[in-house]
């Protein structure tokens, strides 16, 4: 079964600091992966899509890494500000009955003043 | 550009009750997606229908159903409705159906409660 973890399930930071976000899938064979932003309330938001070739990028001050051997991927926040307390999803595309996404079950993050 | 947008935000219904959802994509996008997201199972995807079709649907029983327009306008129904549907219902809208890098592009949701 096509699986995607996410850890930490949450995590509190303070304004300023940087954190990383672990994204492991079994979702074989693998298409792309894809980091979601979700604010309360509203829907998702994407930060960045990886496909099997590319194993980082970045979007402002997050950068996204992939390592298609180990199928792990991490999402890295620089110099965290108020406004990205949220929860992260991690989705994993599979090459099969067109690209079906597979989500994780997300990491909320606080970023504390 | 306008973004995705659904209709309506909030909904309360009671058990065995019926009701539809309306998603709105982004113009231009052909491809919407249906999900449904609760604290407990998290992003659970629904199905997807891009000209008209249904491509891919997820693991969830036939109460579930749902339908595209030629204008691309997607409603979700449900049917018979159970405690456990309540939830945060999102759509989503992409430019082309199974692209490698299709960005989605997400609606606010449709919060419905069962009562």
């Known amino acids: 079964k096509n699986q995607v973890e996410q850890s930490p399930q949450s995590l509190i930071i303070l304004e300023g600091k940087n954190c990383t976000l672990q994204?492991?899938?079994?979702?074989?064979?693998?298409?792309?992966l894809r980091w979601y932003k979700q604010d309360t309330g509203r829907g998702p938001v994407s930060l960045t899509i990886?496909?099997?070739?590319?194993n980082t990028k970045s979007n402002g001050r997050y950068t996204a890494t992939l390592d298609a051997d180990t199928k792990q991927s991490s999402l890295h926040i620089t110099a965290s500000q108020l406004s990205d307390s949220a929860s992260y999803i991690c989705?994993?595309?599979?090459?099969?009955?067109?690209?079906?996404?597979?989500f994780g079950g997300g990491t909320r993050v606080l970023v504390k003043p | 550009k306008a973004g995705v947008t659904q209709t309506p935000r909030y909904l309360i219904k009671t058990r065995g009750q019926q009701v539809t959802l309306s998603c709105s994509p982004i113009?231009?996008?052909?491809?919407v997606s249906w999900y449904q997201q609760t604290p407990g199972q998290g992003l659970q995807f629904l199905f997807e229908?891009?000209?008209?079709?249904?491509?891919n649907k997820g693991n969830f029983p036939g109460r579930f159903s749902g339908r595209q327009f030629s204008n691309s306008r997607s409603e979700m129904n449900v049917s018979t409705l159970e405690l456990g549907d309540s939830a945060l219902y999102l759509c989503?809208?992409?430019?082309?159906?199974?692209?490698?890098?299709?960005?989605?592009?997400f609606g606010p949701g449709t919060r419905l409660t069962v009562l």
């Open positions: 989503a809208s992409s430019l082309i159906a199974g692209g490698v890098t299709d960005t989605q592009y």
């Open positions: 994204c492991n899938y079994t979702v074989s064979p693998f298409s792309n």
């Open positions: 990886m496909t099997f070739s590319e």
């Open positions: 989705v994993v595309s599979g090459v099969s009955a067109g690209n079906k996404l597979t």
């Open positions: 113009s231009g996008h052909r491809s």
């Open positions: 229908y891009f000209s008209e079709t249904q491509r």
